[in-house]
């Protein structure tokens, strides 16, 4: 009996499509018995996340056979009647192996490399298993499938670094201080990337939020949100002493922040580290400040290129993991062909 | 062999030690180039192997001498790098540490050259007033203080070269396995105060036997007292620069491998005109 999966992801469709083929948590386990009632599937695992909708299936039909009765059973599932076209993809083994454990590793996610897929992966199979869905077939390919993704966790840099504004700056924050618990954060001007960062900041646990901006209000929100303190906007250079992390993202058409205004303010500072996180345009802090010394500047460029450079690493990183994934998929059912016709391509396939 | 076997073969074995640290030393070039990413098993690898070579070498000569390999500057300065090696091979037992070996074989590189240097492996004096229990605690303390002061620039290189990877937004600086500056700037300051307390409390117990002596006076403008007592000035210098003027960061870092470099070039010429230290 084959491992086949069907399902549509960010790749072949449309949130709009997605959105109307999601299962809730709750009722997984009745689309669970109903599959295995139709006898289309001896062992069913459904996959339900904002990015995709997968079951990955057991059965003894013949694989064109089985891809129909079970995209039939999604749409049926769904009142789904609008026309598809390749929105819907299957796989046979062994790429329907090699695709559970892709999606394990988070080489098919949105965001490459991520790992909440594979919490989300485990959660599904655990429903399945409770319920009694799975058989030997599946529970050795899931197993395998969170082996794999340990492994690459383990042996490649696919997911490795930070791809976003925010977590780039938290990285650098915690290549400079020693524990973000003991660090507070000045935030002048309440943009969204500032606000992220900010959040970014706080959930790798620096201690206190200082939010100050030109209009009073918003700043009296963005610091309830945050959980901070809101500031006047003439004040923030007052508040020197005490901050380790400066983000500002203010709209002025000149530096609020230069060599001559912060040398007074790095001696009250007692000569602390400081890192100074830029995302505004115009910059709002003058690039001379970094010839300081214990002073670190990064603009919007900078946090940029650091993630670009990450995500080019995670790329480099896709040969090797396939790799490894083929090998370790060849070696759960012997090799391909004792339990599936090579033979057979994708139905729907987009890959 | 004799070569493994004869007079000379603890030096043979720690000259063998010298030549792995200096493979280490070349293999630590390449991970430095690669943002230490790379595995370090390799590096762990060839200090372990140095490192029982070493200690071969050290036992080989305490069994010699039957007693404790430091009594001349030969044997200090490989207690010292002793020292510093087995530190780092009990750090190194945490994968996420190995990457200090890149900075640490260097250091180990020059002592041993250093060590291996001619005129300082004197034989052992005969002088009854230069021996016993005190010589050998002064002469270990000694050991250990600049174990630990090489440690401080072990820890300051890897702080420059953080910070400077930093300063200018290399991808190196957020990828590499080093500690975050501020703590690596904890570790220099640490281990420059231990290096100090270690250094007074060494010279202390050195002035105290020298007092002992029959004619104490005739030392008084020994080179080696003069220079000694210079280093300990500048060594406070630092440590009092640095808790009580809050000085860290870059200039720290530097003054801490300055002051090293400058024990390392000239502790042999001024041991050489020193004649308390060459009887």
């Given at each position: 009996m084959p491992i086949v999966v069907i399902g549509l992801s960010h790749h072949s469709s449309p949130v709009t499509v997605r959105e109307r083929f999601a299962f809730e948590q709750a009722h997984v386990p009745a689309a669970l018995q109903l599959l295995r009632d139709s006898h289309v599937a001896e062992e069913a695992v459904i996959l339900s996340t904002c990015n995709r909708v997968e079951i990955y299936a057991s059965t003894s039909s013949e694989f064109r056979q089985a891809c129909d009765s079970l995209k039939e059973f999604l749409v049926r599932c769904h009142d789904y009647r609008d026309p598809l076209t390749d929105e819907i993809y299957a796989f046979n083994e062994p790429q329907s192996v090699q695709h559970l454990f892709k999606v394990a590793c988070g080489l098919d996610s949105m965001v490459l490399g991520e790992t909440e897929v594979l919490g989300q992966l485990k959660a599904a199979y655990d429903v399945a298993l409770k319920h009694g869905h799975t058989g030997s077939r599946l529970n050795k390919a899931f197993q395998k499938a969170f082996n794999v993704a340990k492994q690459i966790r383990t042996e490649t840099?696919?997911?490795?670094?930070?791809?976003?504004i925010g977590s780039v700056a938290v990285e650098l924050a915690e290549k400079i201080f020693s524990t973000l618990s003991q660090r507070d954060v000045l935030v002048i001007g309440a943009g969204d990337t500032s606000e992220k960062t900010a959040r970014a900041l706080l959930s790798r646990g620096a201690r206190s939020i200082i939010v100050s901006n030109r209009s009073y209000d918003k700043a009296l929100a963005l610091a309830a949100e945050l959980g901070g303190r809101a500031i006047l906007f003439e004040d923030w250079a007052n508040e020197f002493a005490k901050i380790d992390i400066v983000i500002s993202s203010t709209s002025a058409p000149h530096h609020i922040l230069d060599r001559p205004k912060l040398e007074p303010l790095m001696k009250l500072r007692r000569n602390r580290a400081l890192l100074l996180i830029d995302i505004a345009v115009p910059r709002d802090v003058d690039p001379g400040v970094n010839f300081m010394e214990n002073v670190f500047l990064y603009n919007i460029d900078d946090l940029q290129t650091i993630a670009d450079d990450y995500l080019k690493q995670r790329k480099e990183e896709i040969a090797r993991c396939e790799q490894i994934i083929r090998e370790r998929a060849e070696g759960l059912f012997g090799?391909?062909?004792?339990?599936?016709?090579?033979?057979i391509r994708p139905a729907f396939g987009h890959e | 062999m004799d070569w493994f076997t004869g007079q000379n073969a603890d030096r043979h074995f720690f000259a063998l030690a010298v030549l792995i640290y200096g493979l280490s030393m070349v293999y630590s070039v390449f991970l430095w180039r690669k943002g230490f990413r790379e595995d370090n098993r390799t590096n762990y690898f060839l200090l372990l192997t140095a490192f029982a070579l070493h200690t071969t070498s050290m036992t080989l000569r305490g069994f010699r001498l039957n007693h404790c390999p430091v009594s001349n500057l030969y044997e200090a300065t490989i207690f010292a790098a002793w020292t510093i090696v087995t530190v780092y091979l009990v750090v190194g037992v945490w994968s996420r540490l190995r990457f200090l070996g890149a900075f640490a074989s260097p250091v180990l590189f020059c002592i041993g050259v250093f060590a291996l240097m001619p005129a300082l492996d004197r034989t052992h004096s005969a002088n009854p007033e230069a021996t016993g229990a005190l010589t050998s605690l002064h002469a270990a303390l000694l050991s250990l203080a600049y174990g630990a002061f090489g440690l401080s620039s072990v820890a300051a290189l890897m702080y420059l070269t953080q910070e400077r990877n930093l300063k200018f937004h290399k991808m190196k600086a957020v990828i590499s396995l080093m500690p975050p500056i501020q703590r690596l700037e904890a570790i220099v300051g640490r281990l420059l105060l231990v290096g100090f307390i270690l250094l007074t409390v060494g010279l202390a117990i050195g002035g105290y036997d020298l007092f002992r002596m029959d004619n104490p006076d005739a030392h008084r403008g020994d080179p080696k007292v003069i220079w000694s007592v210079l280093v300990w000035l500048i060594y406070l210098g630092l440590v009092v620069m640095r808790w009580k003027f809050a000085q860290g960061g870059r200039r720290f870092a530097l003054g801490a491998i300055g002051i090293f470099v400058f024990v390392l070039l000239t502790f042999w010429g001024v041991n050489l005109l020193s004649p308390i230290h060459n009887q």
């Open positions: 840099n696919i997911q490795r670094g930070s791809v976003s090799k391909p062909g004792l339990s599936g016709d090579p033979r | -």
